[in-house]
């Protein structure tokens, strides 16, 4: 199995313009997590879903940020506009309903 | 609500020293407890976990924890550090059971450093 795999690896953007993360979770793991990592809030969960459908968005920041999962194998977060504060490594991970595993994220800058 | 706190946002030892990672949690609940590795520049990865039973768990490179409810700690400790153990280590709960839909709720880290 290849795990979760994220996309791009590192994304560097201007402030104002969208960016989109994407998400392969491991195939049969009907639960995908989105969290960012600072270094002042440290890691935070964004949103989860469950059998593609959000089950908790509580940790989204605000309005600019959304995400879809359109089916079991692919997931996006999107930002727009993005702003410098957005600058982090966001984390997705999948669970088959126990463990996560993780990706190796996106570092993400906005300047 | 759940939470964890992690003593210490950075830790040094020597090598063929003690490791020693504090973890104390907060759960309303039953938790399940966990301990994660960063490498930089890479993901999370699994160390150890507790969810119930044995309440001293093993992980991989000779990590080990306890689960202590009646101190709400979760320790991690290693007898012997290695220079390949310096990295970021996270403390993680979630709900007891994977209700919740498994959310991990993380600590804020400790930076594990080996000096020679």
């Known amino acids: 199995d290849a795990g979760v795999i994220q996309s791009p690896r590192h994304e560097v953007t201007e402030m104002g313009q969208e960016v989109t993360l994407r998400c392969k979770p491991i195939s049969g793991h009907n639960s995908l997590f989105w969290y960012r990592q600072t270094m002042m809030r440290g890691l935070e969960l964004l949103i989860y879903f469950n059998n593609n459908v959000p089950i908790d968005d509580s940790g989204m920041p605000e309005d600019r940020f959304s995400a879809k999962m359109p089916n079991a194998s692919f997931s996006t977060l999107k930002i727009q506009p993005s702003e410098p504060r957005d600058s982090a490594v966001y984390f997705c991970a999948s669970s088959p309903g126990g463990l996560s595993t993780f990706g190796s994220g996106t570092r993400l800058t906005v300047v | ?116």
């Open chain 2, 1 to 116: 609500a759940q939470s964890v706190t992690q003593l210490g946002s950075h830790v040094s030892v020597s090598e063929g020293a003690l490791v020693l990672l504090r973890c104390n949690y907060s759960s309303s609940v039953p938790p399940y407890l966990f301990w994660y590795v960063q490498y930089p520049n890479q993901g999370l990865q699994l160390l150890l976990k507790y969810t119930t039973g044995a309440t001293l768990v093993k992980g991989i490179n000779g990590f080990e924890a306890e689960f202590k409810k009646s101190e709400t700690s979760f320790h991690l400790t290693k007898p012997s550090a290695h220079m390949s153990d310096a990295a970021e280590y996270f403390c993680a709960v979630t709900l007891g059971g994977w209700r919740g839909g498994n959310k991990l709720t993380f600590g804020t880290g400790t930076q594990l450093k080996v000096e020679l």
